[in-house]
């Protein structure tokens, strides 16, 4: 059955007709637009009432299995002194492995640090974990510790991560790779559970006008929830198109012929690209370093708040080697890098694995790009690689982040403009939950690029509206390999449509609400 949505103002994304007032689609896909779309047979029509019809939004870089948790678990989001966190989990109930679970944790949000003694007499003895919104740390009590095996007078030294310490032992803060002690007792989770989540995270994306959503890294590492992962989101109920992300760690030499060569994958050879429409294997993700807030993201200078620069989360050089035996496989790449160093890192692998390769069919990605500077974007300058940025995190943390780097560096943080300038791709990504993820907040955080003090972060970054929603539909679409297929409300491409309010083009952002989400066709959220 056809299906004509009229009177609407359309913003196709497409430069040859930016503008159209119908669209027809049958089969979960565009037809035709205009006076073609009206002159077919539709067997309904829906009529928008003048109001814009934009394509579905696309989140280039998220996490949905840890946001749908976040709307599950104890809630500290809303925390600002280390006696909201003990209330909220004092009246907290444990989950059915007898933990007690929090989400939203920013520490740089309290006006002190939480105590681990308090921490224990919140709980009452049962073990803690505390997630931290940057997703590079854990706070925990002392019975988590104990759960984990580590002595919490004397925590063990782990390369690539840390048990901070004081006078008295473990604080309780866990960074990078010592969350795999807790993780080790609180992994895997059911697939019951993780299409709980998914449920829940997808149906929250629907009414942000979220069509597509790639997560960012599954089925290992600290981020993955379990080995099964993939076989979670097959059985849940999803209500968005889905790409995901598996970790490097998962990938493992895999028997052939000869005349192929090594491989390095999954079994089967499966590689990047396997799926469909609805759910598809994206990039490998590969963890370089850390975070800005946590200053662990690896720079090439001091931080300006510690005289220390950072650091990368294993040996380069076995990073890089584990990334071109995947690439040689026919896996792109998605190389988590903040830290100008770790975007070096990243920039030289992409380029090898490139130049022996060749172009990847999905575009190789760094991920976040915390510190970018000019003669990075410069080397980027023509080559199949796509910097994923989040400008919420400006917002959010940007404050916090300018005080770390200091005004030299927090200029060329998160870039936005400078990548359209120098004609690479930008898609649009929130990390949620990292940072809240509504995509007309994102996209007003690309235009304003202001922090929560009002302090401009580099103005040199700040895109046009129209540039900011090209960049959360068609640009998103070709940073994951879905360039001409969907992103734009063009004949053939996939009838994935947001209906706004008002016009992104003359309103602000956060002053628009979604009113509909179809996806392929089909009417998943509000009215028209």
Known sequence: MITLIDNAHILTQDPD?????????????????????????????????????TPGFNDAHAHSVWFGQTLLDVSLDRATTPDDVYGALSAAEPNPDGWIVAAGFRPSGLDASVDIAALDRATNGKPLLIKHNSGHAYTVNTAALRAAGVDPADPPEVEGGEFLTDDNGCTGVLDENAMRYIQ?????????????????????????????????????????HSPREIAAYQDATLHTRMQVMVTMDVLHAVAGHAADGPGWGLDGGIRTGFGDEWLQLGPVKIFSDGSLLGTTAALTEDYACCAHHGYFQGDPSQM??????????????????????????????????????????????????????????ERLRGQPIVVV??????????????????????????????????????????????????????????????????????????LTPAEALYAYTAGSAAATGWAGRKGQVIPGQLADFALLSHDPLTTAFTDISVDATIVGGELRYGTI
């Open 184 to 224: 080790e007792v609180t992994l895997p989770e059911s697939g019951a559970e993780i299409g709980r989540a998914l449920e829940k995270a997808t149906r929250q994306y629907l009414e942000w006008g979220l069509t597509s959503v790639t997560d960012a890294g599954v089925a290992g590492g600290w981020i993955g």
């Open 389 to 462: 940025p989040q400008p919420l995190f400006i917002s959010a943390f940007g404050d916090a982040m300018a005080e770390a780097l200091g005004p030299k560096r927090a200029a060329l943080s998160y870039p936005g403009k400078r990548l359209l300038d120098a004609s690479l791709v930008l898609p649009g990504s929130s990390d949620q939950p990292v940072a809240p993820g509504r995509p007309l907040d994102v996209m007003q955080a690309f235009v304003e690029r202001r922090t929560a003090s009002g302090e401009l972060y580099g103005s040199q970054d700040r």
């Open 320 to 377: 890089r080697s584990r990334a071109l035996d995947a690439a040689a496989s026919g896996w792109s790449l998605a190389i988590h890098a903040i830290g100008d160093a770790a975007v070096d890192f990243a920039i030289e692998t992409l380029e090898e694995a490139t130049a022996r390769y060749g172009a990847p069919s999905m575009p190789h990605r760094i991920e976040h790009g915390g510190v970018v500077r000019p003669d990075q974007i």
């Open 17 to 53: 007709h930016p503008v159209a007032s119908a669209v027809a689609c049958a089969n979960g896909r565009v037809l035709a637009l205009d006076q073609a779309a009206r002159s077919l047979p539709a067997g309904e029509t829906w009529d928008a009432g003048g109001r814009t019809l």
